[in-house]
Protein backbone atom coordinates (compact mmCIF):
# COMPACT_ATOMS: atom_id res chain seq x y z
CA UNK A 1 0.00 0.00 0.00
CA UNK A 2 2.85 2.48 -0.16
CA UNK A 3 3.72 4.51 -3.70
CA UNK A 4 5.95 6.52 -3.56
CA UNK A 5 7.06 9.97 -5.70
CA UNK A 6 10.22 9.74 -7.02
CA UNK A 7 10.06 13.51 -8.41
CA UNK A 8 8.95 15.30 -5.05
CA UNK A 9 10.10 12.67 -2.12
CA UNK A 10 6.39 12.55 -0.84
CA UNK A 11 5.40 9.40 1.04
CA UNK A 12 2.10 8.52 -0.33
CA UNK A 13 1.38 5.91 2.26
CA UNK A 14 -2.24 4.95 3.65
CA UNK A 15 -2.05 6.47 7.04
CA UNK A 16 -0.80 9.73 5.40
CA UNK A 17 -3.48 9.54 2.76
CA UNK A 18 -6.10 8.43 5.67
CA UNK A 19 -5.19 11.97 7.28
CA UNK A 20 -6.62 14.20 4.46
CA UNK A 21 -9.43 12.66 4.91
CA UNK A 22 -12.34 14.58 7.13
CA UNK A 23 -12.70 13.67 10.56
CA UNK A 24 -16.40 14.31 10.98
CA UNK A 25 -19.05 11.72 9.23
CA UNK A 26 -20.30 12.71 5.98
CA UNK A 27 -24.20 12.64 6.85
CA UNK A 28 -25.17 11.78 3.88
CA UNK A 29 -23.31 8.13 4.45
CA UNK A 30 -23.96 8.53 8.56
CA UNK A 31 -25.90 4.69 7.98
CA UNK A 32 -22.24 3.31 6.44
CA UNK A 33 -19.84 2.12 8.40
CA UNK A 34 -17.40 5.01 8.62
CA UNK A 35 -14.16 3.24 8.78
CA UNK A 36 -14.83 1.38 4.58
CA UNK A 37 -16.28 4.89 3.87
CA UNK A 38 -12.67 6.49 4.81
CA UNK A 39 -11.13 3.38 3.26
CA UNK A 40 -12.56 3.81 -0.04
CA UNK A 41 -11.98 7.46 -0.50
CA UNK A 42 -8.22 6.55 0.59
CA UNK A 43 -7.87 4.14 -2.04
CA UNK A 44 -9.60 6.50 -4.57
CA UNK A 45 -6.70 8.99 -3.37
CA UNK A 46 -4.22 6.61 -4.20
CA UNK A 47 -5.67 5.64 -7.70
CA UNK A 48 -5.54 9.65 -8.50
CA UNK A 49 -2.20 10.57 -7.53
CA UNK A 50 -0.21 9.60 -10.64
CA UNK A 51 -2.61 12.25 -12.24
CA UNK A 52 -1.81 15.02 -9.89
CA UNK A 53 0.66 17.52 -11.81
CA UNK A 54 1.15 18.54 -8.26
CA UNK A 55 2.63 17.40 -5.02
CA UNK A 56 -0.11 15.96 -2.58
CA UNK A 57 1.36 16.81 1.09
CA UNK A 58 -0.05 15.80 4.33
CA UNK A 59 1.61 19.60 5.22
CA UNK A 60 -0.82 22.11 3.37
CA UNK A 61 -3.04 24.42 4.59
CA UNK A 62 -5.49 22.61 6.27
CA UNK A 63 -2.85 21.64 8.74
CA UNK A 64 -2.98 23.65 12.25
CA UNK A 65 -0.23 25.85 13.08
CA UNK A 66 1.57 25.08 16.60
CA UNK A 67 1.56 27.33 18.88
CA UNK A 68 5.03 26.67 19.55
CA UNK A 69 6.40 25.03 16.91
CA UNK A 70 9.23 21.94 16.98
CA UNK A 71 12.07 23.84 14.95
CA UNK A 72 14.23 21.80 12.99
CA UNK A 73 17.37 23.70 11.68
CA UNK A 74 19.37 21.48 9.02
CA UNK A 75 22.61 23.24 7.80
CA UNK A 76 25.15 21.29 4.79
CA UNK A 77 28.24 22.74 4.24
CA UNK A 78 30.36 24.25 1.70
CA UNK A 79 27.43 24.45 -0.94
CA UNK A 80 25.45 26.93 -3.01
CA UNK A 81 21.79 26.47 -5.16
CA UNK A 82 23.20 23.50 -6.96
CA UNK A 83 20.19 21.77 -6.39
CA UNK A 84 17.25 20.16 -8.68
CA UNK A 85 14.78 22.70 -7.37
CA UNK A 86 16.83 25.82 -7.94
CA UNK A 87 17.25 24.77 -11.37
CA UNK A 88 20.57 22.73 -12.17
CA UNK A 89 19.99 19.82 -14.25
CA UNK A 90 22.99 17.54 -13.27
CA UNK A 91 22.53 17.16 -9.35
CA UNK A 92 20.47 14.61 -8.02
CA UNK A 93 18.73 16.52 -4.63
CA UNK A 94 15.51 15.09 -4.61
CA UNK A 95 14.93 15.28 -1.01
CA UNK A 96 15.04 18.82 -1.04
CA UNK A 97 13.52 19.03 -4.08
CA UNK A 98 10.30 18.08 -2.05
CA UNK A 99 10.53 19.81 0.82
CA UNK A 100 10.81 22.75 -1.03
CA UNK A 101 7.62 21.51 -3.41
CA UNK A 102 6.10 21.66 0.35
CA UNK A 103 6.87 24.79 1.30
CA UNK A 104 8.93 28.25 0.14
CA UNK A 105 12.00 28.23 -1.58
CA UNK A 106 14.34 31.39 -1.63
CA UNK A 107 15.48 32.44 -4.75
CA UNK A 108 17.72 35.41 -3.58
CA UNK A 109 18.87 34.16 -0.16
CA UNK A 110 21.77 34.98 1.13
CA UNK A 111 24.42 34.29 3.93
CA UNK A 112 26.23 37.67 5.73
CA UNK A 113 29.79 36.16 5.13
CA UNK A 114 31.15 32.76 3.13
CA UNK A 115 32.88 31.28 6.12
CA UNK A 116 31.27 28.40 7.98
CA UNK A 117 32.06 29.93 11.64
CA UNK A 118 31.35 33.58 10.22
CA UNK A 119 27.71 32.33 8.58
CA UNK A 120 26.60 29.69 11.55
CA UNK A 121 27.71 32.64 13.94
CA UNK A 122 25.64 35.24 12.39
CA UNK A 123 22.28 32.90 11.80
CA UNK A 124 22.32 31.86 15.63
CA UNK A 125 23.01 35.66 16.75
CA UNK A 126 20.90 37.17 14.39
CA UNK A 127 23.85 39.66 13.63
CA UNK A 128 26.55 40.37 10.88
CA UNK A 129 30.16 39.32 11.73
CA UNK A 130 31.28 42.65 12.60
CA UNK A 131 28.85 42.78 15.06
CA UNK A 132 29.19 39.37 17.18
CA UNK A 133 33.02 39.39 16.70
CA UNK A 134 32.92 35.84 14.19
CA UNK A 135 34.67 37.50 11.41
CA UNK A 136 37.21 34.21 10.90
CA UNK A 137 37.60 30.36 11.61
CA UNK A 138 36.46 29.19 15.14
CA UNK A 139 39.72 26.83 14.52
CA UNK A 140 42.08 29.40 13.79
CA UNK A 141 40.79 31.17 17.96
CA UNK A 142 38.35 33.79 16.01
CA UNK A 143 35.47 34.46 18.74
CA UNK A 144 32.49 36.37 19.28
CA UNK A 145 32.73 39.43 21.05
CA UNK A 146 30.20 38.49 24.09
CA UNK A 147 29.09 35.49 25.47
CA UNK A 148 25.91 36.52 27.10
CA UNK A 149 24.87 38.61 23.99
CA UNK A 150 21.08 37.09 22.76
CA UNK A 151 21.41 33.74 20.65
CA UNK A 152 18.86 32.00 18.93
CA UNK A 153 19.81 28.57 21.26
CA UNK A 154 19.20 30.67 24.78
CA UNK A 155 16.08 32.40 23.70
CA UNK A 156 14.59 28.91 22.49
CA UNK A 157 16.25 27.25 25.77
CA UNK A 158 14.92 29.85 28.10
CA UNK A 159 11.59 29.95 26.64
CA UNK A 160 11.05 26.25 27.89
CA UNK A 161 12.48 24.42 24.14
CA UNK A 162 14.36 21.75 24.63
CA UNK A 163 17.64 22.13 22.62
CA UNK A 164 20.06 19.65 20.39
CA UNK A 165 22.28 19.75 18.02
CA UNK A 166 23.88 16.90 15.94
CA UNK A 167 27.15 17.95 14.00
CA UNK A 168 29.59 20.80 14.81
CA UNK A 169 29.10 23.65 16.24
CA UNK A 170 31.90 25.53 14.96
CA UNK A 171 31.32 29.17 16.73
CA UNK A 172 33.61 30.77 19.70
CA UNK A 173 32.89 30.30 22.80
CA UNK A 174 30.82 27.22 22.45
CA UNK A 175 29.36 27.74 25.88
CA UNK A 176 27.39 30.26 24.21
CA UNK A 177 24.97 28.34 23.13
CA UNK A 178 22.86 25.89 26.14
CA UNK A 179 22.37 22.48 24.15
CA UNK A 180 20.47 20.28 26.31
CA UNK A 181 21.58 17.52 23.71
CA UNK A 182 24.77 17.10 21.42
CA UNK A 183 25.92 14.44 19.55
CA UNK A 184 28.73 13.95 16.74
CA UNK A 185 30.34 16.90 18.18
CA UNK A 186 33.13 17.13 15.18
CA UNK A 187 33.21 18.60 11.58
CA UNK A 188 33.19 14.84 9.92
CA UNK A 189 34.47 15.73 6.84
CA UNK A 190 35.66 11.94 6.82
CA UNK A 191 32.03 11.26 6.58
CA UNK A 192 32.16 8.44 9.04
CA UNK A 193 28.60 6.85 10.34
CA UNK A 194 26.51 8.70 8.27
CA UNK A 195 23.57 6.89 9.11
CA UNK A 196 24.04 8.18 12.65
CA UNK A 197 23.16 11.81 11.92
CA UNK A 198 19.12 10.32 11.64
CA UNK A 199 19.27 7.95 14.00
CA UNK A 200 20.18 10.65 16.56
CA UNK A 201 17.26 12.42 15.37
CA UNK A 202 14.97 9.83 15.88
CA UNK A 203 16.20 9.62 19.21
CA UNK A 204 15.92 13.42 20.21
CA UNK A 205 12.31 13.85 18.66
CA UNK A 206 11.00 10.43 20.28
CA UNK A 207 12.72 11.83 23.84
CA UNK A 208 11.25 15.24 23.18
CA UNK A 209 8.40 16.05 26.09
CA UNK A 210 8.08 19.92 25.04
CA UNK A 211 8.70 21.62 22.11
CA UNK A 212 12.47 21.48 20.49
CA UNK A 213 15.10 23.35 19.08
CA UNK A 214 17.24 20.88 16.90
CA UNK A 215 20.22 21.85 14.53
CA UNK A 216 21.70 18.86 12.25
CA UNK A 217 24.60 20.26 10.57
CA UNK A 218 25.92 17.41 7.89
CA UNK A 219 29.56 17.36 6.39
CA UNK A 220 28.54 16.92 3.03
CA UNK A 221 29.38 19.32 0.52
CA UNK A 222 33.01 20.32 2.64
CA UNK A 223 36.61 18.87 0.99
CA UNK A 224 37.60 16.63 1.30
CA UNK A 225 34.98 15.99 -1.97
CA UNK A 226 34.68 11.79 -1.38
CA UNK A 227 32.87 10.07 -4.29
CA UNK A 228 30.99 7.49 -2.80
CA UNK A 229 30.21 7.06 1.20
CA UNK A 230 28.72 3.68 2.13
CA UNK A 231 27.17 3.18 -1.52
CA UNK A 232 26.00 6.64 -1.61
CA UNK A 233 25.53 8.07 -4.40
CA UNK A 234 24.72 4.05 -5.82
CA UNK A 235 26.13 5.80 -9.08
CA UNK A 236 28.54 8.85 -9.23
CA UNK A 237 28.65 10.93 -11.76
CA UNK A 238 31.89 11.86 -13.44
CA UNK A 239 33.52 14.42 -15.42
CA UNK A 240 32.56 13.16 -18.41
CA UNK A 241 28.61 13.37 -17.08
CA UNK A 242 28.96 17.18 -16.35
CA UNK A 243 30.20 20.88 -17.43
CA UNK A 244 32.26 22.73 -14.67
CA UNK A 245 30.16 25.25 -12.53
CA UNK A 246 29.08 28.24 -14.92
CA UNK A 247 31.02 30.35 -12.22
CA UNK A 248 34.33 29.34 -12.70
CA UNK A 249 33.93 30.55 -16.41
CA UNK A 250 37.01 27.79 -17.29
CA UNK A 251 36.62 24.07 -18.82
CA UNK A 252 38.71 21.29 -17.91
CA UNK A 253 38.90 17.86 -17.21
CA UNK A 254 39.92 18.31 -13.74
CA UNK A 255 37.47 21.11 -13.11
CA UNK A 256 34.89 18.84 -14.59
CA UNK A 257 35.56 15.99 -12.28
CA UNK A 258 35.73 18.22 -9.32
CA UNK A 259 32.48 19.56 -10.45
CA UNK A 260 30.79 15.99 -10.31
CA UNK A 261 32.52 15.12 -7.20
CA UNK A 262 30.80 18.00 -5.47
CA UNK A 263 27.61 16.86 -7.01
CA UNK A 264 28.00 13.44 -5.56
CA UNK A 265 28.17 15.23 -2.27
CA UNK A 266 25.16 17.26 -2.63
CA UNK A 267 22.98 13.90 -3.79
CA UNK A 268 25.00 12.06 -0.26
CA UNK A 269 23.53 15.23 1.71
CA UNK A 270 20.02 15.12 -0.25
CA UNK A 271 19.82 10.97 0.64
CA UNK A 272 20.57 11.99 4.57
CA UNK A 273 18.60 14.46 4.61
CA UNK A 274 15.86 12.10 3.52
CA UNK A 275 16.99 9.51 5.99
CA UNK A 276 16.05 12.80 8.74
CA UNK A 277 12.66 13.93 7.29
CA UNK A 278 11.70 10.08 7.34
CA UNK A 279 12.47 10.11 11.06
CA UNK A 280 10.75 12.90 11.86
CA UNK A 281 7.70 11.68 9.87
CA UNK A 282 7.94 8.75 11.65
CA UNK A 283 7.99 10.21 15.26
CA UNK A 284 4.44 11.77 14.64
CA UNK A 285 5.68 15.30 15.09
CA UNK A 286 5.90 16.63 11.09
CA UNK A 287 2.41 18.15 11.26
CA UNK A 288 3.95 20.51 14.55
CA UNK A 289 7.65 20.79 13.63
CA UNK A 290 9.13 23.79 11.42
CA UNK A 291 11.45 22.79 8.83
CA UNK A 292 14.78 25.55 7.69
CA UNK A 293 16.99 24.25 5.47
CA UNK A 294 20.47 26.53 4.28
CA UNK A 295 23.82 25.86 3.10
CA UNK A 296 26.34 27.38 5.03
CA UNK A 297 28.25 28.94 2.43
CA UNK A 298 28.60 28.47 -1.15
CA UNK A 299 30.98 25.71 -2.22
CA UNK A 300 34.63 25.27 -2.11
CA UNK A 301 34.95 25.64 -6.04
CA UNK A 302 37.28 29.01 -7.44
CA UNK A 303 34.86 31.46 -6.58
CA UNK A 304 32.72 30.27 -4.72
CA UNK A 305 33.70 29.81 -0.44
CA UNK A 306 36.09 32.62 0.78
CA UNK A 307 34.80 35.19 -1.90
CA UNK A 308 31.93 37.74 -2.08
CA UNK A 309 30.87 36.69 -5.47
CA UNK A 310 27.08 34.88 -5.74
CA UNK A 311 28.90 31.40 -5.72
CA UNK A 312 30.13 32.00 -2.01
CA UNK A 313 27.37 34.33 -0.33
CA UNK A 314 24.34 32.99 -2.30
CA UNK A 315 22.63 30.30 -0.94
CA UNK A 316 19.78 27.54 -0.74
CA UNK A 317 17.28 28.53 1.79
CA UNK A 318 14.14 26.41 2.14
CA UNK A 319 11.68 26.92 5.37
CA UNK A 320 8.37 24.44 5.33
CA UNK A 321 5.80 25.24 8.37
CA UNK A 322 3.19 22.92 8.58
CA UNK A 323 -0.09 25.19 8.26
CA UNK A 324 1.21 28.18 7.85
CA UNK A 325 3.42 28.09 4.22
CA UNK A 326 1.80 27.31 1.06
CA UNK A 327 3.24 24.22 -0.82
CA UNK A 328 5.43 24.91 -3.85
CA UNK A 329 5.83 28.70 -2.81
CA UNK A 330 8.96 30.43 -4.59
CA UNK A 331 9.71 33.92 -3.28
CA UNK A 332 12.23 36.19 -4.97
CA UNK A 333 12.74 38.89 -2.01
CA UNK A 334 16.19 39.61 -0.59
CA UNK A 335 16.89 37.24 2.32
CA UNK A 336 19.77 36.70 4.45
CA UNK A 337 20.25 33.98 7.12
CA UNK A 338 19.99 37.24 9.56
CA UNK A 339 16.43 36.74 8.92
CA UNK A 340 16.13 33.68 10.63
CA UNK A 341 16.55 34.33 14.41
CA UNK A 342 13.67 36.87 14.38
CA UNK A 343 10.91 34.54 11.94
CA UNK A 344 11.94 31.70 14.60
CA UNK A 345 11.76 33.92 17.98
CA UNK A 346 8.30 34.77 16.13
CA UNK A 347 6.78 31.36 15.83
CA UNK A 348 8.05 30.62 18.97
CA UNK A 349 5.77 33.60 19.94
CA UNK A 350 9.04 35.13 21.61
CA UNK A 351 9.83 39.37 21.78
CA UNK A 352 12.39 39.47 18.99
CA UNK A 353 14.88 42.05 20.63
CA UNK A 354 15.77 45.31 18.82
CA UNK A 355 19.51 44.60 18.03
CA UNK A 356 18.92 42.30 15.65
CA UNK A 357 19.87 43.10 12.39
CA UNK A 358 17.33 40.81 10.37
CA UNK A 359 13.53 40.65 9.96
CA UNK A 360 10.99 38.00 10.70
CA UNK A 361 10.12 36.40 7.29
CA UNK A 362 6.95 35.83 8.41
CA UNK A 363 4.93 38.35 5.98
CA UNK A 364 6.97 36.96 2.89
CA UNK A 365 6.69 33.40 4.08
CA UNK A 366 2.42 34.14 4.28
CA UNK A 367 2.92 36.15 0.41
CA UNK A 368 1.52 39.42 2.16
CA UNK A 369 2.07 42.18 0.31
CA UNK A 370 4.94 43.52 2.90
CA UNK A 371 7.65 46.41 2.78
CA UNK A 372 10.19 44.62 1.93
CA UNK A 373 14.00 45.44 2.09
CA UNK A 374 15.35 46.87 -1.14
CA UNK A 375 19.08 46.56 -0.38
CA UNK A 376 20.67 43.73 0.75
CA UNK A 377 24.27 43.28 2.48
CA UNK A 378 26.86 41.01 3.12
CA UNK A 379 31.21 41.31 4.29
CA UNK A 380 33.92 39.39 4.14
CA UNK A 381 36.83 39.70 6.75
CA UNK A 382 38.96 36.13 6.34
CA UNK A 383 38.78 32.69 6.60
CA UNK A 384 42.39 31.75 8.26
CA UNK A 385 45.20 34.14 8.88
CA UNK A 386 45.46 33.10 5.46
CA UNK A 387 43.48 35.12 3.68
CA UNK A 388 43.10 38.52 4.74
CA UNK A 389 41.29 41.02 2.90
CA UNK A 390 38.02 42.72 4.21
CA UNK A 391 35.11 43.65 1.94
CA UNK A 392 31.40 44.89 2.13
CA UNK A 393 29.21 44.05 -0.40
CA UNK A 394 25.47 45.90 -0.84
CA UNK A 395 23.14 44.38 -3.69
CA UNK A 396 19.49 45.15 -4.98
CA UNK A 397 17.07 43.92 -7.03
CA UNK A 398 19.61 43.96 -10.07
CA UNK A 399 23.19 45.38 -9.39
CA UNK A 400 25.85 44.52 -6.93
CA UNK A 401 28.99 46.47 -5.52
CA UNK A 402 31.77 45.00 -3.50
CA UNK A 403 33.97 47.54 -2.19
CA UNK A 404 37.59 46.30 -1.36
CA UNK A 405 38.68 47.89 1.54
CA UNK A 406 42.31 46.79 0.79
CA UNK A 407 41.92 48.29 -2.89
CA UNK A 408 45.01 47.54 -5.52
CA UNK A 409 46.55 45.03 -3.11
CA UNK A 410 47.07 41.43 -4.04
CA UNK A 411 43.96 39.12 -2.40
CA UNK A 412 45.79 36.25 -1.01
CA UNK A 413 42.62 34.92 -0.50
CA UNK A 414 43.57 34.42 -4.24
CA UNK A 415 46.03 32.04 -4.34
CA UNK A 416 45.11 30.32 -1.68
CA UNK A 417 42.26 28.63 -3.67
CA UNK A 418 43.63 28.48 -6.82
CA UNK A 419 46.59 26.59 -5.14
CA UNK A 420 43.58 23.90 -3.70
CA UNK A 421 43.26 23.14 -7.17
CA UNK A 422 45.46 21.01 -9.87
CA UNK A 423 49.03 22.51 -11.24
CA UNK A 424 47.77 23.28 -14.47
CA UNK A 425 45.08 25.41 -13.37
CA UNK A 426 46.93 28.95 -14.13
CA UNK A 427 47.33 27.78 -17.26
CA UNK A 428 43.96 27.50 -17.90
CA UNK A 429 43.13 30.69 -16.94
CA UNK A 430 45.94 32.29 -19.20
CA UNK A 431 43.69 30.39 -22.08
CA UNK A 432 40.20 31.76 -21.30
CA UNK A 433 38.74 34.11 -23.28
CA UNK A 434 39.43 37.70 -22.21
CA UNK A 435 36.41 38.34 -20.03
CA UNK A 436 36.72 35.62 -17.87
CA UNK A 437 40.92 36.36 -17.60
CA UNK A 438 40.06 39.91 -16.63
CA UNK A 439 37.65 38.26 -14.14
CA UNK A 440 40.55 36.05 -12.28
CA UNK A 441 42.66 39.21 -12.75
CA UNK A 442 40.31 41.51 -11.06
CA UNK A 443 39.88 38.76 -8.32
CA UNK A 444 43.32 38.26 -7.44
CA UNK A 445 44.14 42.54 -7.50
CA UNK A 446 41.28 44.10 -6.87
CA UNK A 447 39.95 47.77 -7.46
CA UNK A 448 37.88 49.99 -4.31
CA UNK A 449 34.87 49.04 -6.04
CA UNK A 450 33.72 46.39 -8.36
CA UNK A 451 29.82 46.69 -9.89
CA UNK A 452 28.05 43.97 -11.57
CA UNK A 453 24.55 43.77 -13.17
CA UNK A 454 23.16 40.70 -11.93
CA UNK A 455 20.62 40.24 -14.49
CA UNK A 456 22.91 40.71 -17.40
CA UNK A 457 26.04 38.90 -16.09
CA UNK A 458 24.73 36.66 -13.28
CA UNK A 459 28.32 35.36 -12.73
CA UNK A 460 29.85 38.79 -12.39
CA UNK A 461 32.44 38.44 -14.94
CA UNK A 462 32.32 42.49 -16.35
CA UNK A 463 33.21 44.83 -13.69
CA UNK A 464 30.83 48.07 -14.65
CA UNK A 465 32.50 50.19 -12.19
CA UNK A 466 34.30 52.13 -14.70
CA UNK A 467 31.69 52.75 -16.52
CA UNK A 468 30.09 56.35 -17.18
CA UNK A 469 26.49 55.12 -17.58
CA UNK A 470 26.77 53.61 -14.18
CA UNK A 471 28.21 55.99 -12.29
CA UNK A 472 24.55 56.79 -11.12
CA UNK A 473 24.26 53.42 -9.62
CA UNK A 474 27.53 53.00 -8.15
CA UNK A 475 26.98 56.68 -6.37
CA UNK A 476 23.98 55.28 -5.16
CA UNK A 477 24.74 51.59 -3.65
CA UNK A 478 28.43 53.22 -2.37
CA UNK A 479 26.63 55.72 -0.25
CA UNK A 480 23.72 52.58 0.82
CA UNK A 481 27.01 50.69 2.08
CA UNK A 482 28.31 53.55 4.12
CA UNK A 483 24.95 54.66 5.53
CA UNK A 484 24.78 50.94 6.37
CA UNK A 485 28.28 50.54 7.74
CA UNK A 486 28.09 53.61 9.98
CA UNK A 487 24.16 52.22 11.58
CA UNK A 488 25.73 48.85 12.11
CA UNK A 489 28.79 50.28 13.88
CA UNK A 490 30.94 48.53 11.32
CA UNK A 491 34.54 48.83 13.51
CA UNK A 492 36.82 48.89 9.95
CA UNK A 493 35.13 52.14 9.17
CA UNK A 494 37.87 53.09 12.16
CA UNK A 495 41.28 52.99 10.37
CA UNK A 496 43.20 52.80 13.09
CA UNK A 497 41.20 49.50 14.05
CA UNK A 498 41.46 48.08 10.45
CA UNK A 499 45.18 48.68 10.80
CA UNK A 500 45.37 46.59 14.40
CA UNK A 501 43.28 44.32 12.93
CA UNK A 502 45.18 43.49 10.41
CA UNK A 503 48.51 43.54 12.27
CA UNK A 504 47.39 41.25 14.98
CA UNK A 505 46.90 38.86 11.67
CA UNK A 506 49.84 39.20 10.33
CA UNK A 507 51.85 39.04 13.48
CA UNK A 508 51.68 34.91 13.02
CA UNK A 509 53.37 34.95 10.22
CA UNK A 510 56.42 32.68 10.63
CA UNK A 511 58.88 32.53 7.20
CA UNK A 512 55.92 33.84 5.28
CA UNK A 513 53.72 31.04 6.44
CA UNK A 514 50.81 31.77 9.19
CA UNK A 515 51.48 29.75 12.07
CA UNK A 516 48.19 28.87 14.69
CA UNK A 517 50.02 28.55 17.37
CA UNK A 518 51.60 32.06 17.39
CA UNK A 519 48.10 34.12 16.82
CA UNK A 520 46.89 36.14 19.27
CA UNK A 521 43.21 38.16 18.91
CA UNK A 522 42.84 40.54 20.78
CA UNK A 523 40.38 42.57 18.45
CA UNK A 524 37.16 40.97 20.44
CA UNK A 525 38.18 43.70 23.05
CA UNK A 526 38.49 46.85 20.85
CA UNK A 527 36.10 45.87 18.80
CA UNK A 528 33.56 45.61 21.11
CA UNK A 529 34.44 49.10 22.37
CA UNK A 530 33.78 50.67 19.18
CA UNK A 531 30.46 48.74 19.18
CA UNK A 532 29.43 50.33 22.42
CA UNK A 533 28.24 53.45 21.08
CA UNK A 534 24.77 53.07 20.57
CA UNK A 535 22.95 53.15 17.21
CA UNK A 536 19.98 52.12 15.30
CA UNK A 537 20.14 48.94 14.14
CA UNK A 538 17.58 48.34 11.67
CA UNK A 539 19.51 49.51 8.86
CA UNK A 540 17.71 47.02 6.11
CA1 LIG B 1 31.13 25.58 5.48
Known amino acids: MKKKSTETGLDYTLPNILFLIPLRTPPVIQNYDYRKWQLAVALLLISLVPMLSCPVSTLGAETAVATQPNILVIVSED???????????????????????????????????????????????????????????????????????????????????????????????????????????????????????????????????KPFFLAVNYPDAHRPFTD????????????????????????????????????????????????????LRESGKEKDTLVVYFGDHGADLLRGKRTSYEG??????????????????????????????????????LVVPDSLAGRSLKPVLKQEQADWRE???????????????????????????????QPDEINPGYSFTIKRFYNGLPEVIRAASPRVKSAYRLMEKPPQFELYDLIEDPWEFENLAGQQQHLETLKRLSGKLEQWRQQTNDPLLDPELATRLRSEVEACFVNGTPEKGALELNY?????????TPTPQHAN
Request: aromatic share 12%; charged share 20%; hydrophobic share 35%.
Open 79 to 209: NGQELGCYGNKHVKTPVLNGLAAEGVRFHNAYVPQAGCSQSRAAYLTGLYPHQNGQIGLATWKFRMYDEAQPNLVRSLHEAGYRTGIIGKIHVNPKTAFPFDFKQITTSNFARKNLKSYAKEASAFFTESS
Open 312 to 349: GIRVPLIIRWPGFTQPGTVRSELVSTLDLMPTLLEAAG
Open 228 to 279: QVAGIPAKPLTGSDVPPLDYMGLDSPQLRAETASYYNCMNRLDHLIGDLLTQ
Open 524 to 532: PNFFSEKLR
Open 375 to 405: YLYTEYHLHSAHNFFPQRTVRDSRYKLIQNL
